[in-house]
């Protein structure tokens, strides 16, 4: 069964604990400036929302390449980037719709997020549930759900 | 990354940025952030300093565990003489600030003398350099982050700046970081505004964990810690839900809620200023005032508020600029501004309290003085001419228009400026400011709360809930529930809280962990993460160290037993209502038990045996 992670903007605090693991797991500091993630916050709407890549089906980062140092992880399909391989072109950068490969100065090369090989670390720190790592088929269900419930079925004295 | 192990040393007069390291033995006894930084300060700077002098430091500084995964461990303290009290001051605030300082390879920084003309630090990692903040001086905290950011084109820089209240030198003026987080109490926002120092922006790119001592050992003692926090009601459902907030309605039933600069201790409006009104939709515009709520840097607890104000009420409803969300209401906020002064308008009250975040003015300072005018009007002897408009009781209109006076710096808005004390005593009333060592008193009636009076009188930043929060005990029942009513034992009940919360405002952590943590559930974070022992008594003989520092501190400076005392109102005039109904505060019963338990004399000066037990 394939996993995805989810997030839920409305139950992030901005605490940055997602942040911090993913630098932890990644690059063995507590960096969020290195972090695959990133929480924004739009102030003046009070909203924080969490970002990271969401494991395309059909990645154009991948197809972009032009060494192949993008490849799909056959067990969790998160697209790896190979550092060994990558030459720092950054055209995955570009190809990428969502903006969710960087470009890592001190490597010269990209990173992005690789599910962490079937363990999300974010996931993990989230204290609130706003990142949750769930079957992949499931995507959205909540989402109905909460919409089906107010879809009003009943015929309105008056209409 | 416990400790950078090294820290800047700015000189404002000369323009000079000097790397030094950080003195490790200091800390071992000291461990970081209030203990360390005041270590340094008290080391440096003479007692008796004007605290608006250019001999005057001003020291922003982080602990072991800022920037690390420790829950709340964002955490960064501004350690100086303050301008409102005379008194050390050490004030604490949480947000990204701190973390980004810590990140950019810093423990603190030291800040000497005084600018020529204004100025701002910028920090990108070890790129230091002072710039030119003349385009800045005038505009409001929010301004001057928004400049900053677009002209350094990076909007991720982390940034703490006075408004104009700390140019204009409002006694209790703040510094505010990441627009709604404050280093509030004591005027630690005058001082730097003295210095003509406008802001420092920090960008940290270095980050660490290589200097955890032991990573594995931390990252399951942060765990632990975590869970703690997440299956405690108050850090893990009141906080969270409610905010400080929570507060409101469990101390007004108490009869605890000073209202009417003290001359009631409840409040008739106060559930519509509570965390639960909060909540509840608004028949204006059907939307509650409450958007969400927000964490600071790390925190699993996120206690945070982010309001929005109604866009018809009439303080807000041609000023645009105000109807996005923002930081508010804490329950501190909520009382000083309300509840202080009579007003139950919520909408009003978050106005206000944005505003004192715009310009960096301390809400509580500032509406604890509005209600001492207030009082002063009621009897009499401040004008409708002389303010500037009918100041009643209970008038929101008077509020809303005092802290826009108070942020411009603006007719009366000079004199609330003063801070409470001065303005009672130049108006021949000294006794009607309600405060210790001229700061205003939190959000507690000493009345019903009996341990807060002993706690208020002996905080050495004068009358703070921060230093000795026996309200855990006295109401909430953390760690143990003694009777909210009575003096007897809180001499020893507030010297634990004293010591304790050293320890956790050395360490790097929010002190509202306190709610689910004791000392047992910090000591293995840090021990994990710091090298040396840290043992349970380590850290006990620690807290005391620097409570009694400062103490030394504060005496040096000509603070004296005289000094450690309540206003009259709180002795002599009984509580009128609720549960404390007849009684006044036993301070006077509490203090000599107190100085006995704390090993000094009866003068209130530390024995030469206490220092030397303390390596003083
Ligand atoms: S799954 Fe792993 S790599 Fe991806 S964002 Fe989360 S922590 Fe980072
Ligand atoms: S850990 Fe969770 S709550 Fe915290 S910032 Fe990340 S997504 Fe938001
Ligand atoms: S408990 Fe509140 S003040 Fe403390 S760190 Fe968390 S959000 Fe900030």
Known sequence: ?159 | MAWNKKFLRVNLSTGSCKTEALNMEWAQEYLGQRGLATKYFVEEVDPKVDPLSPDNKLIMTTGPLTGTVASTGGRYSVVTKGALTGAIACSNSGGYFGAELKFAGWDMIIFEGKAAKPVYLSIEDDKVELRDAAHLWGKTVFQTEEIIKKSHQDPQMRICSIGRAGESGVKFACIVNDLHRAAGRSGVGTVMGAKNLKAVAVRGTKGSGGAIKDPKAFMAATKAAKKVLADNAVTGQGLPTYGTQVLMNVINEMGALPTRNHRDVQFEDARKISGEAMHEKRPTDGKSHLVTNAACFGCTIACGRISRIDETHFSVVNKPEYWGASGGLEYEAAWALGSANGVGDLEALQYANVLCNEDGFDPISFGATVAAAMELYDLGILTKEQIGLEAPFGSAQALITLAEMTAKGEGFGKELGLGSARLCAKYGRPELSMGVKSQEFPAYDSRGIQGMGLAYATSNRGACHLRGYTVASEVLGIPVKTDPLVTEGKADLVKAFQDATSVFDSAGVCVFTTFAWTLADLQPQLDAACEGNWTMEKLALLGERVWNMERVFNNAAGFTAKDDDLPPRLKNEPAKTGPAKGLVNGVDKMRPEYYKVRGWSPEGVPTKETLDRLGL
């Open chain 1, 1 to 159: 069964m394939q996993k995805s992670l989810h997030i839920d903007p409305n139950k992030c605090t901005g605490c940055l604990q997602c942040e911090m693991a993913c630098s932890y797991e990644n690059h063995g500091v507590f960096n969020i400036s290195k972090s695959r993630i990133k929480v924004f916050n739009f102030e003046h709407a009070g909203r924080k929302v969490p970002y990271t890549c969401t494991q395309c089906a059909e990645a154009w980062c991948m197809t972009a390449c032009p060494v192949d140092a993008i490849r799909i992880d056959g067990k969790t399909g998160a697209k790896v980037v190979h550092e060994d391989v990558c030459v720092g072109c950054k055209v995955c950068t570009i190809a990428c719709p969502f903006g969710t490969v960087n470009y890592v100065v001190a490597t010269g090369k990209v990173q992005k997020c690789d599910l962490c090989g079937g363990e999300p670390a974010c996931a993990d720190a989230c204290p609130t549930g706003a990142i949750t790592y769930v079957a992949a088929d499931w995507t959205g269900l909540d989402k109905m759900r909460a919409w089906a419930g107010k879809t009003d079925t009943q015929p309105r004295a008056g209409a």
